[in-house]
């Protein structure tokens, strides 16, 4: 079975910084897609980053790049998502997503099958 497992959040004032990991096991990592999204409070869930197939195509969108990065540890098969420059619009419920058996990632979460539990991060 695929299994996702986030950890990392909490609370941390603007301008600081979290380093979110998501531990996962049951697909090919090193070759699938993998991605980073979160739920602000009241609103749909949005894409945050991602890392595509053996994780040289890492993307992220205009609203975090420069400020955060994801990457790929393979050794560990985890995912990692570095955020430096916290702002409290940052403010979610984080979670990772898998496409097993495919190696390209998109925007929208219904192309994900499978979901970690969530990670709360609260920037003030």
């Known amino acids: 079975d695929v299994q996702l497992v986030e950890s990392g959040g909490g609370s941390v004032q603007a301008g600081g910084s979290l380093k979110l990991s998501c531990a996962t096991s049951?697909?090919?990592?090193?070759?699938?897609?993998v991605a980073w999204f979160r739920r602000p409070p009241g609103k749909t869930r949005e894409y945050v980053g991602w890392v595509e197939g053996d994780g040289s195509t890492p993307y992220l969108p205009s609203s975090v790049r420069g400020r955060f990065v994801t990457t790929k540890d393979k050794g560990k098969n985890t995912l990692i998502l570095q955020m430096n420059n916290l702002r409290p619009e940052d403010t979610a419920i984080y979670y990772c997503?898998?496409?097993?058996?495919?190696?390209?990632?998109?925007?929208?979460?219904?192309?994900?099958?499978?979901w970690g539990q969530g990670t709360q991060v609260t920037v003030s």
């Open positions: 049951g697909f090919d990592f090193g070759s699938d897609c």
């Open positions: 997503a898998a496409r097993p058996g495919w190696e390209y990632c998109y925007q929208t979460d219904y192309d994900y099958p499978n």
